[in-house]
C-alpha cells in the first residue's frame, strides 16, 4: 500500500502562512486530495488532483506537487482554521490517507 | 442540499454482525460512486470500501475482505454496509462518502457518521 507521511502537528499564529507536506513511499501522479476535519465533525474535502480548490473553499488555501512530494498551504490562516489536515492518495490500489497533521494555535 | 445520512450503528459483541445504511439526498445517487471510510477514536481516516454507480465495481480494504459487504440500492437512494465477524478493531466512526466523477476521485460529501463499537 502507499503510504502518506505527513507531520503529526504544527503550531501556528493567525494571519501566518502554514505549509503542511505529504510524501508517498511511491509516485501517485497528481491524485493527491486534501481534507480539513474539525473536532466531532466530518472531513470536508479542500484539494483535488493537487492543486485545484474544490467547490466553496476560500483562495486562502491552496495545494502543490506531483509525484511523491506535495504541499498544502493555508495563506493567511485564520482562527477558524484549527483542524486536523489529511492528505489522501488515489492513484494507487488502495486509495490511502495520511495520518493527519494537527494545526494548533501558538 | 447533497446530504448523506448515516444509521445502524451500535454497541456489538466480537464475533456478531452489523448493518449500516447511509440515505443519500439532494443529488442523483445513481450518478455517482460511493465509498465507506472509518476512523478509530482518536485515529485517522481508513478506507473501508468501493462501490460504483451501477455497483459493477466493488472493492475492499484488506482489513476488512471476506467479512464486510458492500452494497447499494439505487432506487432507494441507500449505501449499505453489511458488517460481520465483527473484532474489536473494527470499532470506529463509519462515514460514507461520495466519490467525485472527476478529478481523480475525491470524496467530495460526507455523512455524520455512525458510530460502532465491539466490544463484549
Known amino acids: 500500500d502507499t503510504v502518506l507521511t505527513q507531520s503529526p502537528a504544527l503550531a501556528v499564529s493567525p494571519g501566518e502562512r502554514v505549509t503542511i507536506s505529504c510524501r508517498a513511499s511511491?509516485?501517485?501522479?497528481?491524485?493527491m486530495h486534501w481534507y480539513q476535519q474539525k473536532p466531532g465533525q466530518q472531513p470536508k474535502l479542500l484539494i483535488y488532483?493537487?492543486?485545484n480548490l474544490a467547490s466553496g473553499v476560500p483562495a486562502r488555501f491552496s495545494g502543490s506537487g506531483s509525484g511523491t512530494d506535495f504541499t498544502f498551504t493555508i495563506d493567511p490562516v485564520e482562527a477558524d482554521d484549527i483542524a486536523t489536515y489529511y492528505c489522501?492518495?488515489?492513484?494507487?490500489?488502495?486509495?490511502?490517507f495520511g495520518g493527519g497533521t494537527k494545526l494548533e494555535l501558538k | 442540499e447533497v446530504q448523506l445520512v448515516e444509521s445502524g450503528g451500535g454497541l456489538v459483541q466480537p464475533g456478531r454482525s452489523l448493518k449500516l445504511s447511509c440515505a443519500a439526498s439532494?443529488?442523483?445517487?445513481?450518478?455517482?460512486?460511493m465509498n465507506w471510510i472509518r476512523q478509530a477514536p482518536g485515529k485517522g481516516l481508513e478506507w473501508v470500501a468501493s462501490?460504483?454507480?451501477?455497483?459493477?465495481?466493488?472493492y475492499y480494504a484488506d482489513t476488512v475482505k471476506g467479512r464486510f459487504t458492500i452494497s447499494r440500492d439505487n432506487a432507494k437512494n441507500t449505501l449499505y454496509l453489511q458488517m460481520t465477524s465483527l473484532r474489536s478493531e473494527d470499532t470506529a466512526l463509519y462515514y460514507c462518502?461520495?466519490?467525485?466523477?472527476?478529478?481523480?476521485?475525491?470524496?467530495?460529501?460526507w455523512g455524520q457518521g455512525a458510530s460502532v463499537t465491539v466490544s463484549s
Open positions: 489522501h492518495q488515489s492513484w494507487n490500489s488502495p486509495p490511502t
Open positions: 488532483k493537487a492543486s
Open positions: 439532494g443529488f442523483t445517487f445513481s450518478n455517482y460512486g
Open positions: 462501490i460504483s454507480s451501477s455497483s459493477s465495481y466493488i
Open positions: 462518502a461520495r466519490r467525485v466523477n472527476y478529478g481523480g476521485y475525491p470524496m467530495d460529501a
Open positions: 511511491e509516485s501517485v501522479s497528481t491524485l
